[in-house]
């Protein structure tokens, strides 16, 4: 057999080889690519859908006086203030803390 010849098929099965690798390392790419726009389009509608459900809750609260005949809400530092002197609690406070004697919890 020449040896040229068989030079010839031994590049031509390794060029082979080579371009089959690199197009499978190609189509892997484009497959990993197309996986992480799916899942961001996901991502992005999971936060989309948590925003809209925490703009529906309330994020602040104070304590009104349900008993009083004039609006007095709470203050941690002198009691029973008007509005403005109120002091203003986040959701985590509100769920933790226990309400003052005739107070309720009312969105701010």
Known sequence: MDWNLMLTIIIAI????IVLTV???IVVLVVVAIMNRVQNAKQDKFNEKLKDLQSKFPKSFVIQNHRSDEELFWSNKIGWVNRT???????KEKMSF???????????
């Open 23 to 25: 197009l499978g390392l």
């Open 85 to 91: 002197d109120a002091t203003v609690f986040t959701l």
């Open 14 to 17: 390794v060029l082979g080889s």
């Open 98 to 108: 226990n309400l003052p004697i005739d107070g309720s919890w009312e969105n701010a």
